[in-house]
């Protein structure tokens, strides 16, 4: 099947390969009978979701199993629809391998539940000219990406505010190691070519970074003004009201997905902790010639990381920001343990209530 032929300007008309159907999410379907269609989550509401299937969006709800089990798909997940012709319905039984996931805060008990979009291919970093350009947060960002397992590109954006865009990527390469790093002015059109390579058709996007670097102007210059309009829904609330909803993940003009939805742009450090290391590859290998297989790089001695911070081979800035990270990472772990121990205790309330009923049975019965 030739997807550029199939791919029609009607809105809805898109293949599973214009959608970034893979191998992997075919192999994935194979067990599933003529009863299922696959098709990827484009919006997600409370308790409904619109999918894009082939040719077609439907908007549905979840099975009771998948309910039980708190298994709720997220904007830009692959999933198995039941379709009942008899009564014209049709429900989400299943979600598909996801390739990468934006996860919201730290994992918790919930698990999918907290997933905000999930087979992202690469993530826009967007920083900006000016007070934002900010090597400290750039790291943050990149440790953020690391964990989603999605690909980073770092955008600088407002290059037309800088006297020399080179000497502004200069701060930023410092801190990328491998990730390309882009200049652009969303507001000029300046060097938006340079993410011509990242949009290939069927790929998916998203876009995080702090509030006033440019997001919604890159956004907004990304997409055509009408295909903005026209994925404009409406959808029926709990009430039965008609509420409009903008389409999260948004077939772009030249074939590349986009996700945006609320809480992934300002995406926090969460789950990153495979992603600090990842971002920091240098300490990860300085930290091999700590004495102590465990150190934390902070009192003890023959720390190398330490070491290589006064000899000038790493910079207290970067060393710092690397403790910084850890240490809310630990932070929004122990919250989340915090919150599980709790669960814990109201658990153990119930078994000991339990407990208690059984013992006063046995001691009415030795009685
Ligand atoms: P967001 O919070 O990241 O979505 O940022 P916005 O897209 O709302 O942009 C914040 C401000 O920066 C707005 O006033 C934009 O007009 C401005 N802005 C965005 N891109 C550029 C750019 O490339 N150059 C300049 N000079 N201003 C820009
Ligand atoms: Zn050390």
Request: glycine letters at 10%; proline letters at 3%.
């Amino acid at each position: 099947m030739n997807t550029t032929e199939r791919r029609c300007t009607d809105k809805h008309h898109y293949s599973l390969a214009d959608l970034g159907w893979t191998a992997e999410h075919a192999t994935a379907f194979d067990r599933y009978n003529g009863d299922y269609v696959a098709g990827r989550v484009s919006c997600r509401q409370k308790t409904s979701w619109e999918v894009l299937i082939e040719g077609e969006l439907v908007t549905t709800g979840i099975s009771g199993a998948m309910k039980r089990l708190g298994r709720y798909p997220a904007v830009g997940d692959f999933v198995v629809l039941l379709r009942q012709p008899a009564c014209g319905t049709t429900m989400i039984v299943d979600i598909l391998p996801q390739r990468t996931r934006f996860t919201r805060g730290a994992a918790g008990r919930e698990g999918s539940n907290q997933v905000i979009a999930a087979n992202v291919d690469t993530v826009f970093i967007v920083t900006a000219a000016g007070r934002d350009l900010n090597p400290r947060r750039t790291e943050r960002y990149l440790a953020i990406a690391h964990a989603s397992g999605a690909h980073p590109v770092i955008v600088i954006n407002k290059c037309d505010l800088a006297d020399d865009p080179t000497v502004l990527a200069d701060e930023i390469l410092a801190v990328a190691g491998s990730t390309p790093v882009i200049t652009i002015s969303a507001a000029t059109g300046e060097g938006l070519e340079r993410l011509l390579p990242f949009l290939e058709p069927g790929s998916t996007i998203v876009l995080i970074g702090s509030s006033g670097v440019g997001k919604s102007t890159l956004i907004n210059r990304l997409l055509d003004q009408s295909v903005q309009k026209t994925s404009e829904t409406r959808v029926h609330d709990q009430r039965g009201r008609h509420t409009t909803t903008v389409r999260q993940l948004i077939v772009l003009n030249g074939g590349a997905l986009m996700i945006d939805t609320p809480g992934l742009r300002e995406v926090g450090i969460g789950t990153a902790s495979e992603g600090i290391d990842e971002a920091f590859p240098d300490i990860l290998m300085l930290a091999e010639g700590c004495r102590f297989s465990d150190c934390r790089h902070e009192q003890e001695p023959g720390c190398a990381v330490q070491q290589a911070v006064r000899d000038g081979v790493l910079t207290t800035s970067r060393f710092n920001n690397y403790h910084r990270l850890v240490k809310e990472l630990a932070f929004e772990k122990a919250k989340a343990e915090i919150g599980l121990a709790r669960m814990e205790k109201k658990r153990w309330k119930q078994i000991s209530g339990h407990g208690k009923l059984v013992n006063s049975v046995r001691a009415a019965r030795d009685l």
